[in-house]
């Protein structure tokens, strides 16, 4: 059959019943499409190794490493507030975001963070003199230069953390950081 579009038959009005007879039936051949394909048998997938537990349960089983909560005792220091630990969505800051304190004793100022993606910090061979340690890990320690910031970094539990400060020495900072929770 040829259409012909350029309107050499005039056809009348559309039935207005049309359109909605023609919506319920397709909603019933997609019904019917959907209940010929559930009624049909399914393959379960196979397993390639039915031996050993899951991933989920390994995963489960395997002891989550301890992080420290990066707090001070109250009588030792005092939490600066924390600039932009919200984003404009509510949620509260992310695991890295650092966390600052004012010493009461000396009115320093520290700020701690775990440093994500770092190397852990080994010992080396042969430990120096001025090696310093928090919570019996080894530290690196180093002073920058241009701003003279002291920075200490350490690896605890599978977590590398660095605590730093413009006034205190990496000796000191090493002391705090024993403090950590």
Do not use: C
């Not at 039936?25 to 399914?42: D, G, K, N, T, W």
């Not at 992310?94 to 080994?122: G, M, W």
């Amino acid at each position: 059959m040829i259409l012909d579009l350029e309107g050499a038959t005039v056809q009348g009005p559309m039935s207005p019943r049309l359109g909605w007879m023609l919506s319920i039936a397709s909603a019933a051949v997609a019904a019917a499409a959907l209940l010929i394909m559930s009624a049909l048998p399914h393959e379960a997938p196979s397993r390639a190794l039915e031996s050993g537990p899951s991933i989920l349960e390994q995963a489960f089983a395997r002891p989550t490493p301890q992080r420290l909560s990066l707090t001070l005792p109250a009588d030792i220091a005092v939490p600066l507030s924390q600039i932009g630990t919200q984003d404009g969505t509510g949620n509260a800051r992310s695991a890295i975001t650092p966390r600052s304190f004012r010493l009461r004793l000396t009115n320093d100022v520290v700020s701690v963070a775990p440093v994500p993606n770092a190397p852990p910090i080994a010992p080396p061979a042969q430990r120096p003199a001025d090696a310093l340690a928090v919570h019996g890990s080894y530290a690196q320690w180093w002073i920058t230069e241009p701003t003279s910031v002291s920075v200490l970094r350490w690896t605890e539990s599978g977590t590398t953390y660095e605590i730093s400060s413009r006034t205190l020495r990496p000796k000191d900072l090493a002391r705090i950081a024993d403090l950590l929770r």
